[in-house]
């Protein structure tokens, strides 16, 4: 009898064991602030870099000039604040080359003159970040905002795409916006004359007619994607060349109802640019390219996250999937996509306020692994907090993810306090 029982005690604890994993929550881990951090929104928009070729070294970034890197896959971190001879203004944008190289890319600030510096790019060969190489893009008489980069795995190349602004925040209608590419061929040292791929101009007002939103994006063979936002829709061009030409106008791929200037209450702004990426993987979705962002098109009180894809390199675009299955009629929002180049699988992060009446709220994960027909969701955050309207909240959100190992990163603001967090995840842990 003494042994039936023990046989059931085991069979119980076997079944506790397996419905706590199927259930349990991901862990999360809080980065600490640098010590010399000044700026009063510290933690904001932060950018995240798993190194692929060893899967223990993350590197983060958020603004103002806060770094962050982990030898133990993000279970612990060190932080520091950096600094550049044309300053550092915030958006920053992380990213390893094919050599080992750390990168930490930002926007300028000379002399309190921001924006006017063009884009800079530290690099450096120690994973602390010991940024003691540095390199821009030309300082035109323009104004330089919302870069990202992109290394292509063939030839190390550097690939930046941003929003050159005639004057930053201008009213006059004789000011224009247009989306730049410039690119590095010697490790962010040096960069190419800024090129003007959208044709058609937006404004200066840093609102919905605004161009902004270009995320570079790296094909099989080294194609280049970028899209962005601009006119309540979605645009797109591309270069088959290493960058040397693009198609002479942007084609139109999707909507935006509302613009991609989101009012979400309890947040200070938001936006729904889009985020592109493109599978170099294997798997029978290689070189499709994947378009996200948000919007309101299900109403302004029911913000949600949504995606096309293109398999042609670009030619033709499904219609908008939405990505969040909720049936809340409430706040997705802050999104951001990857794609583990490894397997295929596709990565969405985003704010979510499905679980709560109020502005509550928690973050989710979204993962395809049929090339966006299905995807699965998932909370990720531990526990929701609660934003301040009065506090910037920062842009964006990011996330890495390298041979199943998943890095989301994203702020929390909870009675006036900012921090920044990622999650410790593995595909393993994901349910199908």
Same mark, same amino acid.
């Given at each position: 009898m003494k042994f039936i029982c023990t046989i059931h005690q085991l069979v119980l604890f076997i079944f506790i064991a397996i419905f706590s994993t199927t259930f349990a929550q991901f862990e999360n881990v809080k980065l600490p602030l640098p010590k010399k951090a000044i700026y009063p929104y510290s933690q904001v928009e932060p950018s995240i870099y798993i190194n692929p070729k060893?899967?223990?070294?993350?590197?983060?970034?958020?603004?103002?000039?806060?770094?962050?890197?982990?030898?133990?896959?993000?279970?612990?971190?060190?932080?520091?604040?950096?600094?550049?001879?044309?300053?550092?203004?915030?958006?920053?944008?992380?990213?390893?080359?094919?050599?080992?190289?750390?990168?930490?890319?930002?926007?300028?600030?000379?002399?309190g003159q921001a924006l006017i510096g063009g884009i800079v790019c530290q690099r450096s060969k120690k994973l602390k970040g010991k940024f003691n190489k540095v390199g821009r893009t030309a300082a035109n008489g323009k104004f330089h905002d919302k870069e990202w980069a992109v290394v292509n795995p063939k030839n190390n190349h550097l690939y930046m795409t941003w929003t050159q602004f005639d004057a930053y925040d201008s009213k006059n209608p004789q000011d224009y916006s247009f989306i730049v590419f410039s690119k590095s061929e010697d490790g962010g040292m040096t960069w190419t004359e800024p090129k003007e791929i959208s044709y058609f101009p937006g404004d200066c007002a840093d609102n919905d007619?605004?161009?902004?939103?270009?995320?570079?994006?790296?094909?099989? *063979?080294?194609?280049?994607?970028?899209?962005?936002?601009? !006119?309540?829709?979605?645009?797109?061009?591309? &270069?088959? #060349?290493? %960058?040397?030409?693009?198609?002479?106008?942007?084609?139109f791929i999707a909507n935006q109802p509302e613009g991609w200037v989101i009012d979400i209450p309890g947040i200070y702004r938001s936006n729904g640019l889009p985020i592109t990426v493109c599978d170099r993987s294997s798997s029978k979705n290689r070189g499709t390219i994947?378009? *996200?962002?948000?919007?309101?098109?299900?109403?302004?009180? !029911?913000?949600?996250i949504w995606f096309?894809? &293109?398999? #042609?390199? %670009?030619?033709?675009?499904?219609?908008?999937?939405?990505?969040n299955q909720d049936t809340s009629e409430k706040h997705q929002f802050l999104t951001w996509m990857t794609i583990d180049q490894t397997n295929g699988f596709v990565y969405v992060v985003y704010y979510d306020r499905r679980n709560h009446n109020q502005n509550q709220t928690d973050v989710y994960l979204a993962v395809s692994k049929d090339g966006g027909e299905s995807f699965n969701e998932y909370k990720i955050s531990e526990s929701p907090f609660t934003p301040n309207p009065k506090i910037f909240f920062g842009d964006y959100s990011n996330i890495s993810v390298h041979n199943g190992v998943i890095r989301p990163i994203w702020t929390r603001l909870h009675k006036g306090r900012i921090s920044l967090h990622t999650a410790l995840i593995h595909q393993n842990q994901l349910s199908d």
């Open positions: 060893n899967t223990n070294e993350v590197i983060a970034g958020s603004v103002m000039n806060d770094y962050y890197y982990s030898k133990d896959g993000g279970k612990t971190w060190r932080s520091r604040s950096i600094h550049s001879k044309w300053g550092v203004n915030g958006d920053p944008c992380l990213l390893i080359d094919t050599l080992g190289r750390y990168y930490y890319f930002h926007l300028s600030n000379i002399k007619q605004t161009a902004e939103g270009a995320v570079p994006a790296i094909g099989p *063979n080294g194609e280049l994607y970028v899209s962005w936002s601009r !006119n309540d829709s979605l645009w797109f061009n591309c &270069s088959f #060349d290493d %960058g040397q030409s693009w198609m002479p106008t942007e084609k994947y378009v *996200n962002w948000a919007d309101q098109r299900n109403g302004t009180h !029911n913000t949600d096309t894809k &293109s398999k #042609d390199q %670009g030619k033709t675009w499904t219609k908008a999937k939405r990505i």
